[in-house]
């Protein structure tokens, strides 16, 4: 299979190789790690040190705020979590540059104004984000690593997903057609 290039940059990688890929990097973690791989820890690590460097008294007396600011002996930016998704965004970065896909665009269809598109896309971004600390992991955490030690959690949560992305989608599709 052969994904077709983009206008202004290389080709796509074939997804089933890249999922190859991720399985493989997913395995790897767990080999070196100990454990799987996630996003929503190292987000909630940097808020934590955020609010520490604003607000100390607060983040000290804040339980959840505390967990991830943890006991001194390491500072909560070398959670391994915190250096993964530096990594991940590095790594994305010089993908796009080597592949010529970073410029700045926003994808929206031409029923929805860029405003509009960014207003959702902020929305559901913040949703998603109160989900996953909700249900202390997010969708990368929760359906890869989760799903890869068979959490029958994991995969109903990744089915409930899918379920709702299909509902959803009727309402959004218009916009971009």
């Known amino acids: 299979?052969?994904?077709?290039?983009?206008?202004?940059?290389a080709p796509y990688w074939?997804?089933?190789?890249?999922g190859i890929g991720l399985g493989l990097v997913l395995l790897t973690a767990?080999?070196?790690?100990?454990?799987?791989?996630?996003?929503s820890g190292a987000v909630a690590s940097v808020v934590a040190v955020a609010v520490h460097t604003v607000a100390p008294v607060h983040a000290d007396s804040n339980t959840y705020?505390?967990?991830?600011?943890?006991?001194?002996?390491?500072?909560p930016l070398e959670n391994w979590l915190v250096i993964e998704v530096a990594?991940?965004?590095?790594?994305?970065?010089?993908?796009?540059?080597?592949?010529?896909?970073?410029?700045?665009?926003?994808?929206?269809?031409?029923?929805?104004?860029?405003?509009?598109?960014?207003?959702?896309?902020?929305?559901?971004?913040?949703?998603?984000?109160?989900?996953s600390r909700l249900a202390r992991g997010c969708t990368?955490?929760?359906?890869?690593?989760?799903?890869?030690?068979?959490?029958?959690?994991?995969?109903?949560?990744?089915l409930a997903i899918f379920a709702g992305g299909y509902a959803a989608a009727p309402l959004f599709r218009r916009q971009w057609r």
């Open 1 to 9: 299979m052969t994904v077709a290039p983009k206008p202004g940059g």
């Open 14 to 18: 074939n997804p089933y190789l890249a």
């Open 30 to 39: 767990f080999v070196i790690m100990g454990h799987g791989i996630g996003a």
């Open 65 to 75: 705020l505390r967990a991830y600011l943890g006991d001194g002996t390491t500072p």
């Open 87 to 131: 990594g991940i965004l590095i790594g994305g970065l010089l993908s796009g540059l080597l592949a010529g896909r970073v410029r700045w665009v926003v994808e929206r269809g031409p029923r929805i104004s860029v405003p509009g598109r960014l207003t959702r896309a902020l929305a559901g971004g913040i949703i998603m984000g109160f989900g």
């Open 140 to 158: 990368s955490g929760l359906a890869l690593t989760g799903g890869a030690l068979l959490s029958v959690g994991a995969w109903a949560f990744m």
